[in-house]
Nanobody, 119 residues
Framework: QVQLVESGGGLVQAGGSLRLSCAAS????????MTWYRQAPGKQRELCAT???????TYADFVQGRFTISRDNDKNTVYLQMNSLKPEDTATYYC?????????????WGQGTQVTISS
């Protein structure tokens, strides 16, 4: 019943900016931390940034100072503002959150959105 729906991916030149969004829909009672991951072809999925319900943030070293994670609890949405993009940021980006619905707490993943950075 619960879904995470991502948007905002696309093609941008190195040095540019992009904002990703991930909105949770369905019957939602609570959402815990919301997290952005990414996965490049042939690589392991890796954590980019995470944000607690209260707004505490944690970033991977490779995005520190360039990416900003935020959330709007009223809209059940998490954002990833990406600035100073580099070709090595090219990957599929996924959102992830534990969500409490009618059947209790479960972990949900978004479908992924492609980000491609050209040099």
């Amino acid at each position: 019943q619960v879904q995470l729906v991502e948007s905002g991916g696309g093609l941008v030149q190195a040095g540019g900016s992009l904002r990703l969004s991930c909105a949770a829909s369905g019957t939602i009672f609570s959402i815990n931390a919301m997290t952005w991951y990414r996965q490049a072809p042939g690589k392991q999925r890796e954590l980019c940034a995470t944000i607690s319900r209260s707004g505490s943030t944690t970033y991977a070293d490779f995005v520190q100072g360039r990416f900003t994670i935020s959330r709007d609890n009223d809209k059940n949405t998490v954002y990833l503002q990406m600035n100073s993009l580099k070709p090595e940021d090219t990957a599929t980006y996924y959102c992830y959150s534990p969500v409490r619905s009618h059947d209790g707490w479960r972990n949900y993943w978004g479908q992924g959105t492609q980000v491609t950075i050209s040099s």
